[in-house]
């Protein structure tokens, strides 16, 4: 954006544009990254935790997975206008109930969820308002946790997970099909060790697997600003791709940022729910946040750099192309020179000394030779200088 200040817009009434104006907004559209429109369905004034459909958006998928060591439940629920008596008991002390919830425009699903599950009215709404930052509520028989999770595509895409910690279960609300619990689910159907752990451990591997989802894209950045920099330094401008990978950047901060405090106010806040056990977990999760922020702060620096070495290597180029204007308009300012002596209209029948080559014989190819060796003549001089070569 703050390249727009170099072009000011033609103001008329007219449809025509200025050259710089479109070559800006193509540089401008570039750059930005995809953003989702803020809309609050709620009206304003109202009641704390009004939950409201989106009229547009009213699919729900739900999936309850219940396991233990020694059992496996995976269930897949159709919307029902009483969907709470679909809804499984968790009361069960033995086994781990997971509510996996997609789509999140369906207000009235929501509500049967909350009220079957006991979860506070302002955590559903924000549950249904898909804009929070990542954080961490703790309530007083279930725990509130919500972070970004990025998509798989190549522009920064994310969408809202939002997770219920309760007595044994789970639930976990998501705008969209496709996620990164996939590997989660198949550890459950594998029989590995997350069979044998309690509610608080599977609630802590939904946060790692979102965390250790910006790995990759930094991993992806990070190749990406080296060959910029390799392109930059062969000449070729690369300025738009450093400043999408910057907004980029500031994006990734920006979130993983939020889920540092969101783990760091888990960790400070001792909750009955999360076992000692699963708390050094959570602690793997934050140090990873940390990691996190440390790599993307390296990569801002380095495209600092970059755009500093863009800047400096175009100010190369064009003294290489003022270098070669002077060298021709040098080699070419003695023949002008010539030419511009012959050209003056002094007639030689006056005078025998007015231009008296005019009369030899082989007086145009004597000038003409003259030119060639003066350029030949400052070529040589110009290459023994140096000056003609990388």
């Known amino acids: 954006m703050a390249a727009k200040r170099y072009f000011r817009r033609k103001q008329n009434d007219g449809p025509s544009r200025t050259w710089g104006t479109i070559v800006i907004r193509k540089f401008v559209r570039k750059v930005r990254p995809k953003r989702q429109v803020f809309r609050r369905?709620?009206?304003?004034?109202?009641?704390?935790?009004?939950?409201?459909?989106?009229?547009?958006?009213?699919?729900?998928?739900?999936?309850?997975?219940?396991?233990?060591?020694?059992?496996?439940?995976?269930?897949?629920?159709?919307?029902?206008?009483?969907?709470?008596?679909?809804?499984?008991?968790?009361?069960?002390?033995?086994?781990?109930?997971?509510?996996?919830?997609?789509?999140?425009?369906?207000?009235d699903a929501v509500g049967q969820i909350g009220q079957k599950f006991g979860l506070h009215s302002l955590a559903l709404e924000d549950v249904v308002h898909t804009h929070q930052r990542s954080k961490y509520d703790d309530y007083e028989d279930h725990i509130f946790f919500v972070a970004r999770m990025l998509k798989s595509t190549d522009t920064i895409e994310s969408e809202q997970v939002s997770l219920f910690l309760g007595s044994g279960f789970v639930i976990s609300f998501q705008e969209l099909d496709g996620d990164c619990f996939e590997p989660i689910r198949e550890r459950i159907r594998q029989h590995t060790r997350i069979r044998g752990q309690q509610a608080d451990y599977l609630f802590y591997t939904m946060i790692d697997a979102i965390i250790d989802g910006y790995f990759p894209r930094l991993e992806a950045i990070g190749a990406r600003l080296e060959d910029i920099e390799e392109k930059i330094l062969n000449l070729q401008d690369e300025i738009a791709e450093v400043y999408d990978l910057r907004r980029e950047l500031m994006w990734i901060r920006k979130n993983v940022w939020q889920l540092r405090e969101a783990l760091q106010s888990m960790m400070t806040h001792e909750h009955p729910l999360i076992s000692s056990g699963t708390r050094t977990y959570m602690r793997d999760c934050h140090d990873h946040t940390v990691q996190l922020i440390e790599v993307v702060e390296v990569f801002r620096d380095q495209c600092a750099n970059l755009r500093d070495l863009s800047l400096a290597m175009s100010d190369v180029k064009a003294n290489e192309v003022m270098k070669t204007l002077t060298i021709f308009a040098t080699i070419f300012m003695p023949m002008s020179f010539v030419a511009g002596v012959y050209g003056m209209n002094f007639d030689n029948k006056v005078s025998a000394w007015n231009m008296p080559e005019l009369e030899w014989t082989y007086g145009y190819p004597y000038a003409l030779g003259l030119m060639a060796a003066i350029g030949i003549a400052l070529l040589i001089y110009f290459w023994k200088k140096g000056w003609l070569k990388d």
């Open 41 to 107: 369905r709620t009206p304003i004034a109202s009641p704390p935790g009004t939950v409201r459909s989106d009229t547009k958006n009213l699919d729900v998928k739900l999936r309850q997975i219940r396991f233990s060591k020694e059992h496996l439940e995976d269930q897949r629920i159709e919307m029902h206008p009483k969907l709470h008596t679909q809804l499984q008991d968790h009361s069960a002390e033995e086994a781990v109930l997971w509510l996996d919830v997609v789509g999140v425009g369906n207000g």
